[in-house]
C-alpha cells in the first residue's frame, strides 16, 4: 500500500490497518501518502462526496468500503457587513456547517467510520462536546455499528445530544469538562475495545483536509492570505495544516496561506502557549459559553503548535461577549452560525485592528457548526 501511518516525533511507521493512537514514544500519529500526481478523482463516490473525491491522497481503498452519507461540497458566501465589520476588503466563509449531520465533523467521520469498519470493529466511541458525538451516531447508524458516546454533564447543547440520541448512540455522562470525558474514552478504548474516533484519530484528520481543498477549488487554486479557524482540540488546525502543506508539496497550489487558530478566552491553552513561544503548555479548566470549544488540554497540542510554526501563523483569544457579537453580526448577515464558529470572525476583527492582518489580505473563516446547533448564547 502506497499509504502509511507514521509517528509525527520520532517517525516510526505503522500499516494503515493497524489501531494505535500514539506511538510508543508518545507522539501523535499521522497518515503518510507517497504518491500525490493530481487533486481530483472523479468517478462512482468521487462525484457525490466531497471527501472521498480525494480519495487517493485520504484513503485509498475501494469504494465498496467506504461508509459515505455523502458529505462535503459545502458553499463559500461572501456579505460586504461582515468585511466592513472585520476590516477587510474580501472576506469568504466556508460554511461546514452544511454538512449532513450538520458541522464539520461529517468529514472526518466519515473515514473514521469507513476504517472502523473495515477493520471489524463492534463498538466505536467519542468524547465530545455534541458535534462529534452527533456525527459518530449518525454515521454509526450508517454502518449497523454500536456507538457510545461519553458527554460532559450539563455542558453540551441539547439539541446536539437529541441528535446523537435520535440516531440511537448509547450515551454515557461524564460528571466533570471535555478532558475528563476524553481520559475515560480512552480507558474505554483500552479496557472495552472501543474503536477511538475523536481527532486523536489520525484517520479523522485526513477527511477534515478536505474542507481546504474543497475552498481552494471553489477558488480556482487562488488561495487566501489567511484560512482562520476556532481552536479546541485543535484537530482542524492541524488537518489544515496538513493539508496546505501537502497541496504545496504536490503543485496543486504555489502559495501557503497563513493560518489563524482563535480561542475562546476561558478556554485558551493553546493562546497562553503561543505567547510563551510555545516553551510552556499548562492545561486548564475552561469556562466558555462557546461550548463546542470548551477544551481545556487539546489532544492535538503538538501537531498544531508544529502548524504554526510550518504556515507562520498566529493564535488569537476572544471573550465571550466578543464571540456573541460577532456571531449576531454572521446570523443578521443571513448566513448563521454556533457561537463557536463565530469566534473566527471576533479574533480576525481583533488581528486587523493590531495590524497582523492587513486590509487588502483575502481572508477565509471557516464557520464549524450549523446555527440549529446551540442556538442559545446568554
Ligand atoms: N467548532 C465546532 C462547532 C466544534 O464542534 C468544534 C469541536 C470546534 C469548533 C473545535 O474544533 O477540536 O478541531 O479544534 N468540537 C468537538 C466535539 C470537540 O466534540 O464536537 P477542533
Same mark, same amino acid.
Given at each position: ?225 489567511? !484560512?482562520?479557524?476556532? @481552536? ?5 488546525? #492541524? *488537518?489544515?495544516?496538513? &493539508?496546505? /502543506?501537502?497541496?504545496?508539496? $504536490? ?78 453580526? !454572521?446570523?443578521?448577515? @443571513? ?5 463557536? #464558529? *463565530?469566534?473566527?470572525? &471576533?479574533? /480576525?476583527?481583533?488581528?486587523? $485592528? ?25
Amino acid at each position: 500500500m502506497l499509504s502509511f501511518q507514521s509517528c509525527i516525533r520520532c517517525f516510526q511507521k505503522y500499516d494503515l490497518n493497524q489501531i494505535i493512537y500514539r506511538c510508543e514514544c508518545g507522539g501523535l500519529i499521522e497518515i503518510k501518502h507517497s504518491v500525490f500526481p493530481s487533486p481530483l478523482g472523479g468517478e462512482g463516490l468521487g462525484v457525490r462526496s466531497g471527501v472521498w473525491r480525494f480519495k487517493d491522497y485520504v484513503l485509498p481503498i475501494p469504494d465498496s468500503e467506504i461508509v459515505s452519507h455523502p458529505e462535503g461540497f459545502t458553499r463559500v458566501y461572501e456579505r460586504e457587513s461582515l468585511s466592513r465589520w472585520a476590516g477587510v476588503d474580501k472576506l469568504l466563509f466556508k460554511h461546514e456547517g452544511e454538512n449532513p449531520t450538520g458541522s464539520f465533523k461529517d468529514r472526518g467521520m466519515t473515514v473514521a467510520v469507513t476504517q472502523a469498519k473495515r477493520l471489524g470493529q463492534k463498538l466505536i466511541g467519542c468524547a465530545s462536546t455534541g458535534n462529534t458525538s452527533a456525527s459518530l451516531a449518525s454515521y454509526g447508524a450508517q454502518a449497523g455499528l454500536k456507538t457510545v458516546i461519553f458527554l460532559p454533564e450539563g455542558k453540551v447543547a441539547p439539541s446536539k445530544i437529541a441528535q446523537a440520541i435520535a440516531y440511537g448512540a448509547e450515551t454515557r455522562m461524564i460528571e466533570g469538562d471535555f478532558d475528563t470525558a476524553m481520559a475515560k474514552v480512552l480507558e474505554a478504548s483500552h479496557d472495552e475495545g472501543l474503536y477511538l474516533v475523536n481527532s486523536i484519530n489520525p484517520f479523522r484528520l485526513e477527511g477534515q483536509k478536505t474542507i481546504m481543498w474543497e475552498l481552494f477549488e471553489q477558488l480556482d487554486w487562488q488561495v487566501p492570505d489567511w !484560512i482562520v479557524v476556532p @481552536g479546541g482540540n485543535l484537530g482542524n488546525t #492541524s *488537518a489544515f495544516g496538513k &493539508a496546505i /502543506l501537502e497541496a504545496y508539496e $504536490a503543485g496543486w497550489i504555489t502559495k501557503k496561506p497563513r493560518i489563524a487558530v482563535i480561542q475562546a478566552e476561558r478556554a485558551n491553552p493553546f493562546y497562553q502557549s503561543f505567547l510563551s513561544g510555545f516553551e510552556d503548555f499548562a492545561p486548564m479548566h475552561p469556562d466558555t459559553r462557546a461550548s463546542a470549544i470548551n477544551i481545556g488540554n487539546p489532544v492535538n497540542f503538538e501537531k498544531a503548535k508544529r502548524v504554526i510554526s510550518d504556515l507562520n501563523g498566529r493564535v488569537e483569544q476572544a471573550t465571550d461577549a466578543e464571540i456573541k457579537e460577532a456571531k449576531i453580526q !454572521i446570523d443578521h448577515s @443571513g448566513i448563521g452560525c454556533e457561537p463557536s #464558529s *463565530a469566534a473566527t470572525l &471576533a479574533g /480576525l476583527q481583533k488581528l486587523v $485592528a493590531q495590524k497582523f492582518v492587513r486590509p487588502d489580505e483575502v481572508v477565509a473563516c471557516v464557520l464549524t457548526g450549523n446555527v440549529l446547533k446551540d442556538p442559545v448564547m446568554s
